[in-house]
């Protein structure tokens, strides 16, 4: 059974709901932070964890009444204490902390915690049954196998947070499995979305960081640049979902305005439309299964006035293809397409490879770790962050020859 409720049976809300917030000062942390911050009567904070930031995290720490507040840098454990000096709240820091944050007894925990560490923290929420809104990619590219299995197996509830992955859990819940045809994941198609291929090869940094609609981090916004962030979408619905990768496509939608699609047998295509702003999908997460006042702007279709859809153009984007080959690889694929990823976006913003060579970093890197006969299933959290770590080490190895190819 999945870990994800395909149909929206309502249940009785707590009236007070405890919620933890893992990445608590980084874009997703903000905007769950807002919007708790405007139903205090509903929400009780238990604990929130963040990467560095440590005055950030005491304000919100003290803002909010957390029990309970981490720091993942092992040397900032004194400036924390420090900052929440005279309170009650209890501090800790490295992995064992944020791993300690998440397992408190918080009914709702966003994991928000970027990259393969948050992987760990994610599992110890999973593994005690909470309801989990899942915004790091990594927890489903690098082990969504046995990641949702533990969550089925702990009866946790995976809320996807994401805006493309709620859009498809919201339109989900107007069927049953069986009638369902196939689900379709939005794109804007982001700044060179009708950019000569020749052009976008030779993209800056500062042209791959002008996206047209939603304002992200700089790492998210080059993996829209390049399409690979709907790789990833597309990886992360497989497993979110248990959906073959037949059954998922693309479908580039300029105005950012429907986030996702369903189709099922009878034809029906429902679609969950909003504004792009991330707080939508996450104030569906916090109230589900009930809906809460969210802060963002109502959608106004007349003012907009069109939506317009294409296929996406693989020959622009590369990266869109090699995650479907990935997904259909499987046994470690898409963490090494993740993790070589990782390596050739922080490549291209130290100005060591063209953008166009992001792509051909990730298949060489594919193909590398394929002729190793490395594949065989992730079954643990340690195997997988294994696997990103050595997948790491061979897309590093492999850039300087990547750097000096032509297209």
Known sequence: MSAVPLRNNKAAASAVRSVTVLGATGSIGDSTMDLLRGARDRYRVEALTANSNVQALAGLAREFGAR??????????????????????????????????AARPADWVMA??????????????????????????????????FFMERAARAGACILPADSEHNALFQALSSGNREELERVIITASGGPFRTWAPADIEQATLEQALKHPNWSMGQKITIDSASMMNKGLEVIEASYLFALSPDEIDVLVHPQSIVHGMVEFSDRSVVAQLGTPDMRIPIAHCLGWPDRIVGPSAKLDLAKIGQLTFEAPDYGRFPGLRLAYEALRTGNGATTVFNAANEIAVAAFIAGKIRFGAIARLVEATIDDWLRSGNLAPLDSADEAISVDHNARNRAAALLPQIALKAT
């Open 68 to 101: 309970f507040a981490a720091i993942a840098d092992p040397a900032r454990l004194s400036e924390l204490k420090d900052a929440l000096a005279g309170t009650r709240i209890e501090c800790g820091a490295g992995e064992s902390a944020i791993i300690e944050a």
């Open 112 to 145: 928000a915690v970027s990259g393969a560490a948050g992987l760990k923290p994610a599992l110890a929420a999973v593994d005690r049954g909470a309801t989990v809104a899942l915004a790091n990619k990594e927890c489903l590219v690098c082990a969504g196998d």
